[in-house]
């Protein structure tokens, strides 16, 4: 059977132990009538029986919902009455496993109703973000008032790609410097590895010798936007300093006890996106902005609605049981 139909059949499991057999009423429409049938069936239809298992009768409508609830893809596997047969067979299965569970006790069990909790609260916040608007359907000009609102996000800074020497010397790194000034992108490799007190990752020798010394991509000195936290301010207003891709910092760098050569591997110009080219992004952050807005929305409707009340004292009672770590440690320290 396939994950998804699976994993629907534990849920419909799980809400009917919930619900205590009882029938969940289908959610009424806004104006108050009743909710359309599955699959468009007339109501009279749709509570028709396809099949009972012990005092449990599974309607048309139910069957036909559970249809409805698969993505287009795996709907197109239940064309044929044969298939759909199959189906209903999966769905008495998981009938009959949740009448023994009952039977059993099952549902009683802590980690069982945790389980309930948790699809019953995800169930809730996936109806709340139904009700808000697609991105599709977001005005215009809320687009363009949340671009210009913005538009710093939306314009990327100059980047460059840094490497350097870093040596524990200065006179030596003063020498290393002058080299470093004249050498090919294959004499800066091998600077690197003759001098360099951080050592390329294992396998890089193998890499571009003119990346050799990496420290990865940095932007503007002080800006929020492009920091690194490989690379120390000191060495990003340095490569910043630097004229031209492969180019050397004219002066040793102090930083943190060490002295480095610097060198500019890479760069990418500054870019400032258009609205058009933002507006797929920008649509997504409001659809986001809109679904915490309705999460925090029924959460503060929830707590008025039922009112909370937290024991702190007790809550410092509760002792977390030691890890495996902790026992070996606490057996360690044991009197002999």
């Known amino acids: 059977m396939p994950r998804p139909i699976a994993a629907l059949l534990l849920v419909s499991g799980l809400v009917g132990l919930a619900c205590n057999d009882k029938a969940v009423a289908p959610t009424p429409a806004a104006d108050g009538s009743a909710a359309p049938a599955a699959s468009g069936l007339s109501p009279e239809l749709a509570q028709k029986p396809v099949a009972t298992v012990g ?4 309607t048309l409508g139910e069957f036909a919902a559970t249809i409805d609830r698969m993505d287009q893809f795996e709907r197109l ?15 008495i299965k998981a009938e009959l496993l949740a009448i023994e569970a009952k039977r059993r006790g099952l549902d009683q069990k802590p980690e069982v109703k945790e389980r309930i909790r948790q699809i019953l609260r995800e169930d809730v916040m ?25 538009r710093d996000e939306f314009r990327d800074p100059e980047r460059r790609r840094v490497a ?29 590895r003759d001098h360099s007190l951080e050592k390329s990752p294992e396998g890089a020798a193998t890499g571009p010798a003119e990346l050799a010394g990496d420290l990865g991509i940095v932007g503007p000195p ?3 936007k492009g920091d690194n936290p490989r690379v120390p301010e000191p060495l990003r207003e340095a490569v910043f300093k630097i004229a031209a891709v492969g180019g050397i910092h004219a002066e040793l760098v102090a930083e943190g006890g060490r002295f480095h050569v610097v060198r500019m591997t890479g760069k990418t110009d500054a870019r400032d996106r258009t609205l058009a080219e933002a507006e797929r992004t920008i649509r997504v952050a409001i659809l986001q902005e809109r679904v915490r807005t309705a999460e925090a929305r029924i959460e503060k409707e929830l707590r008025e609605r039922y009112p909370v009340k937290i024991d702190d004292k007790a809550l410092e009672k509760v002792e977390l049981p030691k890890s495996p770590l902790e026992k070996l440690d606490a057996g360690a320290r044991a009197p002999k």
Do not use: C, N
């Open 164 to 192: 350097h020497i870093v040596m524990a010397d200065e006179a030596k790194a003063k020498k290393v410097l002058e080299d470093a000034k004249k050498a090919s992108p294959t004499e800066w490799g091998k600077l690197v």
């Open 222 to 224: 002080g800006g929020a």
């Open 126 to 150: 996936r109806q709340t973000r139904t009700e808000v608007t697609a991105p599709a359907d977001i005005p215009e000009a809320e687009v363009r008032a949340y671009f210009d609102k913005h």
């Open 77 to 91: 596997r239940y064309q044929s009455v044969e298939r759909r047969r199959q189906l209903l067979d999966e769905i």
């Open 55 to 58: 005092d449990k009768v599974i």
